[in-house]
């Protein structure tokens, strides 16, 4: 987790869209969202968030391939507090991890 979240960047998740997906709608929580396509706008009030994604070819390391989805964040209408309270939600529902 980051301690502070620029309005726009972008990340490397490693999922495939159909797992991002599945995640969003956890991730977002109560916040209402419409999904277009590869992009999705979230109503994260008092602003939006508008997010867009593109698979990319996967991470290979040896004989495991990894999926790559390039995601891009767009955060309106929202301040830097407002913005690492929505973040650091999206960012625990979005983590995986292994061992």
Do not use: K, N
């Not at 508008?50 to 290979?60: A, C, F, Q």
């Amino acid at each position: 987790m980051q301690s502070s979240y620029e309005p726009v960047f972008e990340r490397e998740m490693g999922c495939t869209e159909a797992e991002w997906l599945g995640w969003l709608p956890a991730a977002v929580g109560a916040c209402a969202w419409q999904r277009d396509g590869q992009s999705a706008t979230v109503d994260v009030p008092p602003g939006s968030l508008v997010l867009s994604w593109e698979p990319r070819s996967p991470r290979v390391i040896a004989l495991m391939r990894m999926p790559v989805l390039h995601v891009r964040f767009a955060f309106s209408g929202l301040d830097d507090a407002q913005r690492y309270v929505f973040m650091r939600r999206f960012d625990l529902y979005m983590q995986r991890g292994g061992g």
